[in-house]
Nanobody, 125 residues
Framework: VQLVESGGGVVQAGGSLRLSCVAS???????MGWFRRAAGKEDELVAA?????????VYADSVKGRFTISRNNGENTLYLQMNRLRPEDTAVYYC???????????????????WGQGTQVTVSS
């Protein structure tokens, strides 16, 4: 399994970025999520999408209304559209296959061993 993220960069506050995660050896129609890791902070689930077409989507409260997770099954690619970026969004962003053994809800979604290498997002004020 390989997950390769791209699309990060440096952007001014209020700007936008679109992250991509190309999967091989894993169907992107699996439950998938975007996490971020800011310096000195724990990993945070940013957004997740459930299995298959119509998979339920959940977001961290801090990104609701600004970020959109989506996927293209034909290209086996997961996306994260990030709008109205803020300096506090600065982090390394990772995609991961996720699981939710006790039910699909934000607080119950966990990462698995399948992670990409990450892509740096830096938002300047």
């Amino acid at each position: 399994v390989q997950l390769v993220e791209s699309g990060g960069g440096v952007v001014q506050a209020g700007g936008s970025l679109r992250l991509s995660c190309v999967a091989s050896g894993l169907s992107i129609s699996s439950p998938m999520g975007w996490f971020r890791r800011a310096a000195g902070k724990e990993d945070e689930l940013v957004a997740a999408i459930g299995r298959g077409d119509g998979g339920i989507i959940v977001y961290a409260d801090s990104v609701k209304g600004r970020f959109t997770i989506s996927r293209n099954n034909g290209e086996n690619t997961l996306y994260l559209q990030m709008n109205r970026l803020r300096p506090e969004d600065t982090a390394v962003y990772y995609c991961s296959k996720v699981i939710a053994p006790t039910g699909w809800a934000y607080s119950r979604i966990k990462s698995t061993d399948y992670w990409g290498q990450g892509t740096q997002v830096t938002v300047s004020s």
